[in-house]
Nanobody, 124 residues
Framework: QVQLVESGGGLVRAGGSLRLSCSASGRTFSYSGMGWFRQAPGKEREFVATINWIGSSTFYADSVKGRFTISRDNAKNTVYLQMSSLKPEDTAVYYC?????????????????WGQGTQVTVSS
């Protein structure tokens, strides 16, 4: 399995930007689809973005489309989430996850490994 560690979260004002990183260990990272999810207090974990193993296919939640960009560097075993034009409603714990296959996936049940999460707080 892949072990995942997120970083890059923090406190930012509305309209600002942050870049989250997810560092992976394990031989299968380069062949795994990856995803970012988030969970706000009192809410269920929700899909944010996903990318396939080679980075040729990406999908985004409607709420972040045009503002967030997912990317990966397989040479560095890292996946990124560039977040721009942040809004207070983006406040959540952000998790990266590794899929059981090489494609891009929108559902939590398609993922087998999860990081511990990183807090993103957007102030108004």
């Amino acid at each position: 399995q892949v072990q995942l560690v997120e970083s890059g979260g923090g406190l930012v004002r509305a309209g600002g930007s942050l870049r989250l990183s997810c560092s992976a260990s394990g031989r299968t990272f380069s062949y795994s689809g990856m995803g970012w999810f988030r969970q706000a207090p009192g809410k269920e974990r929700e899909f944010v973005a996903t990318i396939n193993w080679i980075g040729s296919s990406t999908f985004y939640a409607d709420s972040v489309k045009g503002r967030f960009t997912i990317s990966r560097d397989n040479a560095k075993n890292t996946v990124y989430l560039q977040m721009s034009s942040l809004k207070p409603e983006d406040t959540a714990v952000y998790y990266c996850a590794s899929a059981r296959s090489s494609g891009s996936h929108l559902q939590t049940y398609d993922y087998v490994s999860w990081g511990q999460g990183t807090q993103v707080t957007v102030s108004s």
